[in-house]
């Protein structure tokens, strides 16, 4: 063993014993990986921050605004809504979940895709009275399996196209991964139909900020216009596209008294709903109901180039001069460039327009704004701002664009018309431009720890190729697979890269672990596609630990789970994915 091999094997080691520690963040690790690698003389000062610049990052980064934008469309919430909305039993609401969530995992980053589904997998819960860690972590293992179909699907997969670029001059195509996903994938949401009855079935979620500021009382009003989904509907057919998450409290018909919402009253164009509920429910019900919020007619404008409309929730102060006066009486749009979205008060259910009501010390607000001009607002109106959550209200949805631009994205990939880097980042940006998402909102649907550990990371694997260190892996494992059979040596890697996520993170462990494959694969004279094929799979494919992949992570609060709760569901996964992996890559990607 050389010094250079030496040094690349301390700092491999290093960073395993540090990822397991547990003590310092995944992404800071990756850096000092780097710093270390740098000094040692095993990656070049020149080459450093090379990685930085790969594909890998620009993709990754492009597919998370993309899923942000889609997931921002309400499309998937809608669709669920029509094909589902009477299913009750846990057993269909788990297959629902967990089938649709792996099924925008084939067409964009599961994470992203996991993330949308969460809300819809609350709303489930509270339908059925369900523990929502019933769904979440079959729905995060679902997505795992479904990101396993395509490129984009999940980090794994873009890396080993990558490597295999670099290694063979020719990258995996878009649809490349299908036939082995497909087959994995269904098999999967087979098992978590009935294995989800291994988990705990009444953990709550961890206490969050944003539920301690769960204020569900809030009262908006929305007209019913020529567009809207209701009109010759009755209340009662409202209410049922609202699921039962707001409340119609008032109607108001030829801007007379309101009247008394009941269940059999018709709904006429012009016709204003007063409607109770959180701002997020809200938002949803009054885009399913196609309806116009209230302040439609009075846009707020931004000034500048950097400032943005948005929303957040306020208290009224105790000198406040809006106590005893109303948004009408003091002209908040005319005087502030404010619009008042939503009341909510405390055990009070407001009968009077929203325009109207008298406002009093203790009163919650959601206004819509400027964002750079609202905290001075704010100081002059005599309101406390609440801690930061995102309030969509009032924001308006782009349907079926973002789905649209994705959909180009993926034809012209598929179809070799443009790099898979160029038709992400081409859709990530137009995703911006069509007003999917705002600048902050695609800023904050990037998921930055991660890109900053790809692209400290990537020198460092590649010092484990350049220095010999692979040769020097890859000679001891043929030296055991030589005894094997090609399945099993194909089986052994699988398990190798299946073994070493939970410690290095999926996209990590593929750039440890698929160079030694390759060497591998060279010396046994085997094709080493099969065994790029199984390191993916094997690298996605965490089940067993809440930190092998980003998946597991995002379920465990919101699921309640303990971190051994995860490998009873995942250990019997693992073995189902090995043992019918193994020979569908066998099957479409035979070893000569």
Known sequence: MTQAQAFAFAILIGLMVAFIWGRLRYDLIAVLALLAAVFTGIVPHNAAFSGFGDD??????????????????????????????????????????????????????????????????????????????????????????GGLTTLVGTSPNIVVSRMREELTGRPFNMFDFTPVGIGLATAGIIFLAFGYGLLPKERKAVATMEKALDIKDYMTEARITASSSVIGKSIRHLSILLDEEVLVTGLIRNRVEPLTPLPDVILHQGDIVLLEGDPQALERGISRARLELEGHDRPTEAKGADEEIAGIEAVIGPKSVLIGQTAKRLALHDRFNINLLAVSRSSERFTERLRDIVLRPGDVLVLKGDLVLLPTRLMELGLLPLAGREIRLGNPRKGLVPVVVLAGAMVLTAFGLLPVATAFFTAAVLTVLLGSLSLREAYEAVDWPILIMLGALIPVSESIRTTGGADLIAGGLAQLASTLPFYGALAMVMVVAMAATPFLNNAATVLVVAPIAVTLAQRLGYNPDAFLMAVAVGAACDFLTPVGHQCNTLVLGPGGYRFGDYWKLGLPLSFIVVVLGVPLILLFWPPV
Request: charge should be positive.
């Open 56 to 145: 890998i990052v620009i993709i990754v980064a492009s597919a998370l605004v993309v899923s942000a934008a889609i997931e921002r469309s309400g499309v998937i919430e809608a669709f669920l809504h029509r094909v589902a909305p009477n299913v009750t039993s846990v057993q269909g609401q788990v297959v629902i979940l967990v089938t649709t969530v792996s099924v925008l995992s084939i067409f964009i980053k599961n994470i992203g895709a996991l993330a949308m589904m969460i809300p819809v997998a609350f709303q489930m819960a509270r339908r059925s009275k369900a523990s929502p860690s019933s769904f979440l972590m079959p729905m995060a293992f679902g997505s795992l399996l």
